[in-house]
């Protein structure tokens, strides 16, 4: 069964916590981004990377950390330091210049 | 800046009615354009896009969306609405010349199909 894989479906952070968001796709994409979505706001680009080991900050980076060790694999860690990190994330991947695909998402909520 | 506008929070239509939800864009070079759909609680599904050739595109689930590059617009189409096209609508961009760029998303329309 092919597609992009987002774990958990819903996540609570405490004040203070660092938590991490999986996204694991099997479409052997090169390009993996993360977005998060507010409502009203569409969606804001937080990093994206094009092959494995490399990655680019979006609109809306501070706060946030992504690793790309493997090329199925790209981990988004929502760091203390984000203020204000309660929203639905989504990932995705795609080959180059083609659409995206996304997965189901994560909602985090800050209790 | 690169950017894609749909003005419009929301458009209600009759079932059976066409609807029409906008997108204006403005990049640099030439765009490829997409829309997608979102339910509740769900990721955005892929419904068509336009690279090159002819101006109107064919998508899922009979919808169609016409490029106009001298209105710089990418409007989304469907000739008879359902009550389950209602849902959260996505243009996005992504310009042409920028393999190492990631998509531009609008803000959103959200259709209401009454029936």
């Known amino acids: 069964d092919g597609g992009i894989t987002q774990s958990p479906k819903y996540l609570f952070r405490k004040e203070g916590q660092n938590v991490t968001l999986s996204c694991e796709q099997n479409l052997n994409h090169d390009a993996m981004y993360w977005y998060r979505q507010d409502p009203g706001q569409g969606l804001r680009l937080i990093y994206y990377s094009q092959i494995v080991n490399d990655f680019q900050k979006g609109d809306i980076a501070e706060g946030y950390s992504v690793s790309r060790e493997k090329k199925e694999s790209f981990p988004l860690t929502v760091t203390s330091a984000q203020k204000n990190p309660t929203a639905f994330y989504l990932c995705?991947?795609?080959?180059?210049?083609?659409?995206?695909?996304f997965g189901q998402g994560t909602r985090l909520t800050v209790v | 800046a690169q950017s894609v506008a749909q003005p419009e929070d929301q458009v209600n239509v009759a079932e059976g009615n066409p609807l029409t939800v906008k997108c204006t864009y403005s990049v640099s070079g030439n765009p490829y354009l997409f829309w997608y759909v979102q339910y509740p609680n769900r990721g955005l599904q892929f419904l068509l896009k336009?690279?090159?050739?002819?101006?109107l595109v064919k998508g899922s689930y009979g919808f169609e969306a016409e490029f106009n590059k001298s209105q710089t617009s990418f409007h989304l189409k469907k000739p008879s609405a359902l009550v389950s096209d209602s849902a959260l609508y996505f243009c996005?961009?992504?310009?042409?010349?920028?393999?190492?760029?990631?998509?531009?998303f609008g803000k959103g329309t959200t259709l209401s199909v009454s029936s």
């Open positions: 995705a991947s795609s080959i180059s210049y083609t659409e995206a695909f």
């Open positions: 996005a961009v992504r310009p042409f010349n920028q393999a190492g760029t990631a998509l531009i």
């Open positions: 336009y690279i090159t050739g002819d101006n």
